[in-house]
């Protein structure tokens, strides 16, 4: 079992950044993928970014691709997403999400255990 506790959101003007950590407890994550996803009101859950068990290999939605960047602290069993350049569209509830596959790639269904979320608003 795996607990996920995200931080760091919070208010921010358009153009600026914040950068989201997620904190593991339970299991190191040294062995598993890990994945960032939001949700807006209204919408569905959406694929924001993820990265592999090893580190090396991250996708991004072409979203925020240019814009986010996905990285793994082993040592601190926390997994980042740094966000910059923010848009309005870019508020929503971010959840990190772990799998014990080495790769949890785009959709939810690929992912074993998910945080509460923390909440990212982006003013115009």
């Known amino acids: 079992q795996v607990h996920l506790v995200e931080s760091g959101g919070g208010l921010e003007q358009a153009g600026g950044s914040l950068r989201l950590s997620c904190a593991a407890s339970?299991?190191?994550?040294?062995?598993?993928?890990m994945g960032w996803f939001r949700q807006a009101p209204g919408k569905e859950r959406e694929f924001v970014a993820a990265i592999d068990w090893s580190g090396s290999f991250t996708a991004y939605a072409d979203s925020v691709k240019g814009r986010f960047g996905i990285s793994k602290d082993n040592a601190k069993n926390t997994v980042y997403l740094q966000m910059n350049s923010l848009k309005p569209e870019d508020t929503a509830l971010y959840y990190c999400?772990?799998?014990?596959?080495?790769?949890?790639?785009?959709?939810?269904?690929?992912?074993?255990?998910w945080g509460q979320g923390t909440q990212v608003t982006v003013s115009s």
């Open positions: 999400a772990s799998t014990t596959k080495g790769w949890g790639g785009s959709s939810w269904y690929g992912y074993d255990y």
């Open positions: 339970g299991r190191t994550l040294s062995n598993y993928a």
